[in-house]
């Protein structure tokens, strides 16, 4: 598996993520072989100590050799966050 992430600290209150990663999976016993693809970006915002919204986007993809098992799919998140 290979994966790759990064936060940005955009200002002091914005916080900006990115994921990039990458994952080739074989199945010896079934001969089935996978490779998948998921990206992703967001922001966190800080409202206060205690309290932040988040909202991001996520693609994920997947291909086999197996049949009816390669997808796509996208999703759209929005959170509220708390702590103590």
């Given at each position: 598996?290979?994966?790759?992430?990064?936060?940005?600290?955009?200002?002091?209150?914005i916080?900006?993520?990115?994921?990039v990663a990458?994952?080739?999976?074989?199945?010896?016993?079934?001969?089935?072989?996978?490779?998948?693809?998921?990206?992703?970006?967001?922001?966190?915002?800080?409202?206060?100590?205690?309290?932040?919204?988040?909202?991001?986007?996520?693609?994920?993809?997947r291909?086999?050799n197996?049949?009816?098992?390669?997808?796509?799919?996208?999703?759209?998140r929005?959170?509220?966050?708390f702590?103590?």
């Amino acid at each position: 598996m290979c994966s790759s992430d990064l936060d940005y600290g955009f200002r002091p209150n914005i916080i900006l993520h990115g994921d990039v990663a990458y994952l080739h999976d074989t199945f010896t016993s079934a001969g089935r072989t996978d490779n998948l693809f998921a990206a992703s970006f967001g922001a966190t915002y800080l409202i206060n100590n205690y309290m932040n919204v988040t909202a991001g986007y996520v693609y994920n993809q997947r291909r086999s050799n197996a049949v009816l098992q390669d997808f796509n799919d996208n999703v759209l998140r929005v959170g509220i966050g708390f702590q103590m």
